[in-house]
């Protein structure tokens, strides 16, 4: 999604800053083209070498602007070229400049240079970023447009307290830019209420073991990124997942559950409220029939397991949804994908479904990268072929729009 975008990176004055190093890094390797500015407090905790040596560039310095030896003012060309602007850490000085347009160096001069949207991802200490003067500034940036945010999360701080005002992690900032790259600030959800399930349910036999399924919660997690990224109000409610993929910084909110049953109820209380519901997970079809609620000793476990189904919750999302309501399903298959996926969508009153191949490379349960056939009730198919889960969520989200539920109807 970054390719050959170019990505102007500004970095502040801040110990967050280290961590800029290996979004460069990641950036150039997910081929996009990479520009860096460090102002002149940046260089305290970052040098113009290292960032050069990872972005495959010149790092610019204030020493650059006031010293063009460049045929176009050097803020310019770099505020033209940019596809997309991050600034990270963004310090409470340089929030503070670009509320009231304020351009006193090569940073904030390109920002006024330019026009493609500008990601911020603000690191402070806790008591300066709670200052009300800090967040009412924050609250004035954001209104304008042009400025989208990431963070800041909760978490150890560099001055030892733990608290609000840690910046965003690398992963965050890069699947953030991705999105950006891909809708270019569009908020064509906005408004609009998205309830997603991602993940895999555990049924329990006994306290430690489960039936499950390799479900990572990955699509779930891609899903409510883009929908939240477009300005849907997001809720997901995912089964286990790994604390690495677990975000510090998502701007939606969270419900982690174990068991089908428990999924059900949640997705029951907002039913009501949501305008489109994403059922991504990898929902068990059946549970023990029996439950310990002690450990079982290995010579007490059965040797047969007597099975009990749980609700098919799409199914049941599909008898009771409104008209306004939009109901998407997922259909994990192996070798024709199409008609059974057809079959479900028929048979679950669904409105569209996506046919998902999880016996091919570079698609399925914990990959990166999916593969799918979206097909929708009049029956028409868009094949998705392989790309990463973020960008078969936004096309996911495309697709919803054809059939006229997106804010911009
Ligand atoms: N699903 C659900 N509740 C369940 C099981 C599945 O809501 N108890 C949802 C999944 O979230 C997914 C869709 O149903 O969106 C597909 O599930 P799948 O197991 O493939 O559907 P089945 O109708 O059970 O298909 P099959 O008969 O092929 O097993």
Redesign the pocket.
Known sequence: MLKSKSVLIGVCGGIAAYKVCEVISSLFQAGADVRVILTETAQRFITPLTVATLSRHQAYTDKDFWQSPHSRPLHIALGEEADLLLIAPLTANSLGKLTYGLADNLLTNTVLASRCPILLAPAMNTEMWEQSVIQRNWQQLRRNTRYHSIGPGSGLLACDRTGSGRMAEPTEIITKLQSLAYTQGQQDFKGKRILI?GGGTREHLDPVRFLGNPSTGKMGLALAQAASDRGAVVTLVHGPIAPELQPISADYKLISVVS?EQMEAVIMTHLVESDIII???????VKPAHYSNHKLPKKDLPTELKLDP??????KLGSLKKVHQTLI????QTGDIVN?ALD?LK??NLDIIVANPVDQTESGFGTDTNKAVFINAKEQQKIIDSCSKLELAHRLLDFVKIRGVSSEQ
């Open positions: 399930s089908a059922m991504s997970a990898a929902v068990a079809d749980v609700t098919d919750i799409l199914a399903g997922f259909a994990a059974p479900k048979r679950k």
